[in-house]
Nanobody, 113 residues
Framework: QVQYVESGGGLVQSGGSLRLTCACS????????MTWHRQAPGKAREWVAT???????FYLDSVKGRFTASRDDAKNTLYLQMSSLKPEDTAVYYC???????WGQGTQVTVSS
């Protein structure tokens, strides 16, 4: 069964960095388009990044140049390196394979001003 376990979130000051990790199981990561999403308090969940099997990446405009998605197919693990963090990046972050209906528990990122 498909599972995602996100980790690496925390409290960081504006301008700081965090690296999120998503350990995936129940499928072969190398075959899948993977995505990162986030949900801020009181807001709908939004797409953040897509990482294709060939390495192509696509990002939400507001995170371009600050966030980098990567994958380690051998470990079935996805990463999101976040730098120059802003208070508006505060959210619970989730990973998911494209068009999956399953979600993990997410990891909380809080950026203080």
């Amino acid at each position: 069964q498909v599972q995602y376990v996100e980790s690496g979130g925390g409290l960081v000051q504006s301008g700081g960095s965090l690296r999120l990790t998503c350990a995936c199981s129940g499928f072969v990561l190398s075959d899948e388009i993977m995505t990162w999403h986030r949900q801020a308090p009181g807001k709908a969940r939004e797409w953040v990044a897509t990482l294709a099997p060939g390495g192509a990446t696509f990002y939400l405009d507001s995170v371009k140049g600050r966030f980098t998605a990567s994958r380690d197919d051998a470990k079935n693990t996805l990463y999101l390196q976040m730098s120059s963090l802003k208070p508006e990046d505060t959210a619970v972050y989730y990973c998911q394979k494209y068009e999956s209906t399953t979600w993990g528990q997410g990891t909380q990122v809080t950026v203080s001003s």
